[in-house]
């Protein structure tokens, strides 16, 4: 069970916004402002999307948008499209100097 | 263009060890901490090991310390995973990745290879 937690399904429609969160704890999330998310697609490796809680690297769409309240980070993708459909991760630091990972989100678009 | 190879996965026996092997390009090697995250089966991803940019550092998630250690050849650009006394519950896609810092505490990765495959069956 992971530290970080993750609703399991979300779901939209072409168009429409979601927004996916991610809660932890103050030794991780609230605590630091290293707080990233991942897309994966069946069968691939993971891709970044998000980094330092709202930065996205260069080639990501700015559909992605990222941000963080307290213990829980939240990631929103507007103007839903169904390539977007996957799973979505977040991670983040933690005050032991390891890594967490949430559980996982599996994003349907309808 | 950043690329990660990772090697050494396949079909092992309970009780076997497994060394894994992660080669970096496209980076200067030696200022990256290096990640293993690992993926089993249908179910979602676990961070398992950072190694610093120099080696000074490593770190393990609860779940492998004392059965997995992670190393480094900075002269090979090529980080290791080794595991030993493997179970069928290891069965998973290894994956390495690039720490965005220099690993000497975990910042989440960028960078991801497409993985290997392990699989822990009698």
């Known amino acids: 069970q992971s530290a970080l937690s993750q609703p399991a399904s979300v779901s939209g429609s072409p168009g429409q916004s979601i927004t996916i969160s991610c809660t932890g704890t103050s030794g991780d999330i609230g605590n630091f402002g290293y707080v990233s998310w991942y897309q994966q697609h069946p069968g691939r490796a993971p891709k970044l999307i998000i980094y330092d809680v709202h930065n996205r690297p260069s080639g990501v769409s700015n559909r992605f948008s990222g941000s963080k309240s307290g213990n829980t980070a939240s990631l929103t993708i507007s103007g839903l499209q169904a390539e977007d459909e996957g799973d979505y991760y977040c991670s983040a630091q933690t005050t032991t100097s390891t890594l967490e990972i949430g559980g996982g989100t599996k994003l349907t678009v309808l | 263009q950043v690329q990660l190879v990772e090697s050494g996965g396949g079909v092992v026996q309970p009780g076997r060890s497994l060394r894994l092997s992660c080669t970096l390009s496209g980076l200067t090697f030696t200022d990256s901490g290096m990640h293993w995250v690992r993926q089993s089966p249908g179910k979602g991803l676990e961070w398992v090991a950072l190694i610093s940019h120099d080696g000074t550092k490593r770190y393990y998630a609860d779940s492998v310390k004392g059965r997995f250690t992670i190393s480094r050849d900075n002269s090979k650009n090529t980080v290791f995973l080794q595991i030993n006394s493997l179970r069928a519950d290891d069965t998973a896609m290894f994956y390495c990745?690039?720490?965005?810092?220099?690993?000497?505490?975990?910042?989440?990765?960028?960078?991801w290879g497409q993985g290997t495959l392990v699989t822990v069956s009698s």
């Open positions: 990745a690039t720490d965005r810092g220099g690993g000497l505490s975990a910042v989440p990765p960028d960078n």
